[in-house]
Nanobody, 116 residues
Framework: QVLLVESGGGLVQPGGSLRLSCADS????????MAWYRQAPGKQRELVAS???????NDADSVKGRFAISRDNAKNTVYLQMNSLKPEDTAVYYC??????????WGQGTQVTVSS
């Protein structure tokens, strides 16, 4: 059973940095595209960044130049380096993974709060 576990969230001041990690502690299946989503209170979940198994990345316009997604295929782990954080980045961040064309695997979410 796939079990995605996120870590690295927390409280940070504006302009600060955080690094999120998401690892599969279940089956260790090989994943295809992996991604980070976020959901702020009262808003829909939105895609933050994605990365294919080959390393091609796609970032939302709102995070371009500030966030960077990466992965370690050997560890089935995806990362999100977040720099120059803004209060509007406050949200619960979710890891998502795809396998055999189904992007059905989600982590439990980790809270990121950007506030002074």
């Amino acid at each position: 059973q796939v079990l995605l576990v996120e870590s690295g969230g927390g409280l940070v001041q504006p302009g600060g940095s955080l690094r999120l990690s998401c690892a599969d502690s279940g089956t260790m299946f090989s994943f295809g595209t992996m991604a980070w989503y976020r959901q702020a209170p009262g808003k829909q979940r939105e895609l933050v960044a994605s990365i294919t198994s080959g390393g091609t990345t796609n970032d939302a316009d709102s995070v371009k130049g500030r966030f960077a997604i990466s992965r370690d295929n050997a560890k089935n782990t995806v990362y999100l380096q977040m720099n120059s954080l803004k209060p509007e980045d406050t949200a619960v961040y979710y890891c998502n993974a795809c396998r055999l064309g189904q992007c059905a695997y989600w982590g439990q979410g980790t809270q990121v709060t950007v506030s002074s």
